[in-house]
């Protein structure tokens, strides 16, 4: 399209980069998580759960608000970016990554904790009389079992990635393909009147989040026809 | 879903709550103040207080952001920019009161650090020992326009840009130097005023275009009395006393 500013697409790949990269941090971190939240006895699990679900609640400028103190110079990122010579975690992709995976954890966890519970013990114990290591009852009966639940974990937790956007604008900084992802793009777009592109990348968005919708409404579709 | 059910909640609540505001509204006025303002516009909105007994509500964001919002019908009756470029616009678009429009400051730019000593003169900048540079958006606000034209006129734009972090207004800009994120960064005189532990570079004039503030009568406030009272208090001797403390300069009044 004629007119175009070269760098509307940046924000685009960038964001994509970001969920990618949160999703998958997620799947691995959020998988012991959802497992133990699923099978401990522990009387003060749901503590654990209350806490992993707080995102969910909590104004996205609370969250920000702590990254950025925590991320500075003076809190934990400052000494962690000291290790390879900078000084703050704010105002970098890293610094996104770990606000993204705090911010989707409770939208990847939930659906796959729900689905390690949906499971129940008995096919845990069928596995374990035919010898099955707790390992391997986890790997070979568990996660095939639960996989409705990664999928929509990870679906959510990217599309939610995604449409992140106060975090991004209290501890990105608006730097061009590195913290300026597609919603805080967006944002900027139509603070200084540049609405055709503001409208480009919004209309694509709001087709994206409908495509996701869907597919998580066809799979939990899919989902209670198997189970049922 | 069973989201629906808190949205429609939600949605009750917020008409009840749009229902009681306008009723205490009658005697306040809307002002939207660029965030390089933000301190001396509370001051004169205590002072405005005081004298007439009506209030001023404030709300605090970028010159762009504001225009965009006041062009698609905020409630706003003032309008304190952080140039003249768009509060001249907002009268050739008729939604700022014919002739209203004046300077109600000349806005100063300051290099800060928060660091003592770090902040030296233009040496610093062309120097470049610093990891970050906070300025506010360049084309949303005024103040990150003349940041910009000052490190073109110096010739260290290019080497700079690189370590450049963006707020979205001045406030953030500010912000970002404040918590030590950035090391240092371009902000307005004004936020830094009663600062006395870092390090500072008052940016020589002749670098940057006057950052000319103006303010315009908007069309919501054209019958409102309490945003014109709050537009001529902003004109008389209270105000601009306020806002030369905070280091900008008033120009003379004009007969007008």
């Avoid at chain 1, 759960?49 to 996205?60: E, F, G, Q």
């Avoid at chain 2, 009663?194 to 054209?222: F, H």
Wanted: hydrophobic fraction near 50%.
């Amino acid at each position: 399209m004629a007119g175009l500013p070269p760098d509307i697409w940046q924000p685009v790949r960038l964001t994509v980069e970001l969920a990618a990269m949160t999703t998958l941090i997620l799947l691995i971190v959020g998988t012991p998580i959802a497992w133990w939240l699923a099978r401990s006895k522990a009387w003060w699990k749901e503590g654990v759960a209350a806490v992993v679900a707080l995102p969910l609640v909590l104004p996205p400028t609370v969250l920000g608000f702590y990254l950025l103190v925590l991320l500075g110079p003076d809190g934990p990122g400052g000494a962690l970016a000291g290790l390879w010579g900078g000084r703050t975690l704010a105002f970098t992709f890293e610094g996104l990554v770990i606000g993204s995976v705090v911010y989707s954890m409770p939208f990847v966890v939930q659906p796959i904790r729900n689905a390690f519970d949906a499971i129940g013990d008995r096919p845990l114990e069928v596995a374990a009389t035919l010898r099955a290591s707790p390992l391997k009852a986890f790997w070979t009966v568990a996660v095939p079992l639960a996989r409705p639940g990664f999928l929509s974990g990870a679906v959510l937790g990217f599309a939610h990635t995604v449409g992140e956007f106060g975090i991004v604008l209290m501890i990105g900084g608006n730097i061009p393909g590195t913290t300026k992802v597609l919603s805080v793009a967006i944002y900027d777009y139509v603070e200084t009147s540049q609405w055709r592109e503001a409208n480009i990348l919004a209309a694509g968005m709001a087709a994206f989040a409908f495509v996701v919708i869907l597919t998580m409404m066809m799979l939990e579709k899919r989902t209670a026809r198997i189970k049922g | 879903m069973k989201f629906i059910m808190p949205l429609k909640l939600a949605l009750l609540g917020a008409a009840v709550a749009c229902i009681t505001s306008s009723q205490a509204l009658a005697d306040s006025a809307n002002i939207a103040v660029a965030a390089n303002f933000t301190e001396p516009a509370k001051e004169i909105a205590a002072a405005f207080k005081a004298k007439t007994g009506h209030e001023a509500v404030l709300s605090f964001g970028s010159s762009g952001q504001f225009f965009t919002q006041i062009s698609q019908d905020a409630p706003f009756q003032v309008f304190l920019s952080a140039d003249s470029a768009r509060p001249k616009k907002l009268v050739e678009d008729g939604l700022a009161v014919k002739d209203s429009r004046f300077t109600y400051a000349v806005g100063k730019l300051v290099l800060w650090s928060k660091e003592p000593g770090l902040v030296k003169g233009e040496q610093t900048l062309k120097d470049g020992k610093f990891a970050k540079l906070s300025i506010c958006n360049p084309v949303a606000a005024p103040y990150g326009a003349a940041a910009v034209e000052a490190m073109q006129t110096l010739r260290v734009y290019d080497e700079l840009k690189p370590k450049f972090v963006e707020g979205a207004n001045i406030s953030q800009a500010f912000q970002f130097v404040q918590t030590g994120n950035a090391e240092i960064g371009f902000v307005a005189l004004s936020q830094v005023i009663n600062d006395k532990d870092g390090s500072r570079w008052m940016v020589p004039q002749n670098l940057y275009s006057p950052i000319t503030q103006d303010a315009v009568l908007l069309k919501k406030g054209e019958n409102d009395e309490a945003a014109k009272a709050f537009f001529e208090f902003l004109k008389g001797p209270e105000s601009r006393a306020i806002i030369e403390k905070f280091g900008y300069e008033v120009p003379p009044a004009k007969a007008s």
